[in-house]
């Protein structure tokens, strides 16, 4: 048996995602079956080999129930977790949630209705008319019309996807005998966009085998599943997800000028002109006359020009950050304890941690009330002592309530360390509601902070509509602080926003708003953001020393 057999199996893995989200099934099981599809098809020995050997578990996302899968599939050439799932929900509909206005409701009516089983069913249906009975003859219309895009579609990719995807990818072609002398990622995820749209590109220098051996290594890939273009110095393949992937080959004498052309916007690219020859990116800088550019800023927004001016930012960096600022425990929708917590914060080497669970509205996540309020108060007043000189901050991630009045009392507010604010209910209100109702909340005197200000998850809920100029000015005025959330699903503020922020006097946040102490490992996210938005570190509230912060929470005085 193969490493063929890996690749079937990661589509029996991702077929059962897509039936879960046909079921309409949201959160860590889909994910789960995705992240375990990605580490089989991405796997260099056969499933076979580590079956025998009993080392399935070492396949990232492969825990005790899909070893299971795997080794039933194994022994019987089937896996009857995928034959009830794709039975009951065919994988071959989920293209349909992607069409506006298509829900798991409607994708299950168009199942029974037709007995469509994939979009050929639904085109069939179409043809004949029996689409339009089912669902209406405009939505059968609009349907029809975007079904060569669900068929054929970009593949969008959260950036913390990308580089998982990515580093998968680079470690697969490292570890070979057509390995690379060096190998990097470029691309958008380089630039740290908060979504991958375009595919993934890699710049390599190939190493003793040769640039044609590391490509055939590539189109070889378990992984890849139809090879879209190849030439002497590239190759663009599509792997098993419908994840496009690019391989530049270049030279060690110019590595840096193929860096900066597969990183930077094309509008940057075509702002610095012809790329002199260099071995290093701020070799090529240099010889253009420009200070280094991160990749973070190279999307020609001013990043050419800044330099002549004097404009051009010292951005914030990991290593800056002294805290973190907006963390759950078990006592609401975290999985951990806050010792846990504030344990793995100090172990990351920061000198303070903000708890902020839930308030008492939101009750969806067991919102602490007043009395367990208390509660969290005098633990915090005992880990305190325990964990000294380490502070943890008792704060809330208080819910604005649907007229942006707050969750709690003032009388209470003023007791915490650190208020924190969101919106996590009527997100549909119209933009006329919306804005007032988060203007009210940031111009609180009480409020330090207005979490993941946009309230969308990347690729599954939009923004809500907000006057986010207005939004942000009424924080700077009134000295409230904006997040930039490293939550991979939210990675808001984004860049552009952030540097609004910045040009309006707002101060901001970087924060992981983990739910458990593996989340604190994604603060990077939020640093490439506020990269992408030209932040400096002293225009980040928690790159302040402790002392420094609370004196800056107590005052809430604009920068």
């Known amino acids: 048996m193969t490493r063929a057999t890996n690749l079937v199996v990661a589509r029996l893995f991702e077929e059962i995602a897509q039936s879960l989200d046909v079921a309409g099934e949201q959160g860590q099981r889909p994910r789960a079956y995705r992240r375990a599809a990605r580490g089989v098809a991405g796997y260099p020995e056969s499933l076979a080999v580590l079956a025998a050997e009993h080392r399935l578990r070492e396949i990232p996302g492969i825990g005790p129930s899909l070893e299971a899968l795997i080794d039933e599939y194994l022994r019987s050439g089937t896996m009857r977790t995928h034959a009830r799932l794709v039975a009951e929900h065919p994988p071959g509909l989920a293209p349909l949630l992607r069409a506006p206005g298509f829900g798991p409701a409607t994708v299950r009516t168009v199942a029974e209705t037709l007995g469509a089983r994939d979009l050929d069913d639904v085109e069939r249906a179409a043809r004949e008319g029996r689409l339009a009975d089912a669902i209406g003859p405009r939505r059968a219309s609009d349907l029809t019309a975007l079904l060569p895009r669900l068929r054929h579609p970009v593949r969008e990719l959260r950036l913390k996807s990308a580089w998982e995807i990515a580093s998968d990818l680079v470690d697969l072609l490292r570890d070979s005998d057509a390995a690379p002398e060096q190998i990097e990622v470029a691309g958008a995820a380089r630039r740290m966009c908060e979504l991958v749209s375009d595919g993934l590109d890699l710049v390599a220098v190939p190493g003793a085998a040769g640039g044609a051996a590391l490509l055939d290594l590539l189109v070889a890939l378990p992984s890849v599943v139809e090879v879209e273009h190849r030439e002497a110095s590239t190759a663009e393949v599509r792997l098993y997800d419908g994840v496009q992937v690019r391989v530049h080959l270049t030279t060690r004498a110019q ?107 939101l009750t969806i996540t067991n919102g602490l009330s007043l009395e367990r309020l208390q509660e969290a108060r005098r633990l915090v007043q005992q880990l305190n002592h325990t964990l000294a000189p380490f502070v943890i901050l008792l704060g809330t991630e208080m819910d604005i309530l649907e007229d942006g009045r707050l969750d709690y009392p003032d009388e209470v507010l003023a007791t915490l360390d650190y208020v924190s604010a969101s919106v996590h209910s009527r997100f549909k209100q119209p933009r006329e509601v919306m804005t007032p109702r988060i203007v009210r909340a940031v111009s609180h005197p009480l409020v330090h902070t207005l979490n993941h200000p946009h309230g969308r998850l990347l690729t599954m809920r939009p923004a809500y509509a907000v006057d986010m100029p207005r939004v942000l000015q009424a924080a700077a005025a009134a000295g409230c602080a904006v997040e930039v959330s490293a939550d991979p699903a939210r990675m808001d503020l984004d860049g552009g926003w952030a540097r609004q922020a910045r040009q309006v006097g707002a101060r901001c946040t970087i924060s992981s708003d983990a739910h458990s102490t593996l989340d604190f490992e994604n603060i990077w996210l939020g640093v490439g953001s506020a990269r992408r938005g030209w932040l400096e570190p002293s225009d980040v509230l928690n790159t302040r020393g402790l002392d420094d912060l609370l004196a800056l929470l107590r005052r809430k005085t604009p920068l």
């Open 255 to 361: 590595l840096g000028t193929s860096l900066v052309q597969h990183t930077g916007s094309a509008a940057h690219v075509r702002r610095l002109g012809r790329l002199p020859e260099a071995a290093s990116e701020a070799e090529v800088y240099r010889r253009l006359d420009l200070p280094w550019i991160a990749p973070e800023l190279r999307e020609d927004s001013g990043e050419s020009e800044a330099p002549q001016s004097g404009c051009l930012p010292r951005l914030v960096q990991q290593s800056d950050l002294r805290g973190d600022l907006h963390c759950h425990t078990n006592w609401t929708d975290g999985v951990a304890t806050l010792e846990a917590m504030a344990t793995a914060a100090r172990a990351r080497g920061y000198a303070y941690v903000a708890l902020t669970d839930h308030s008492r509205s």
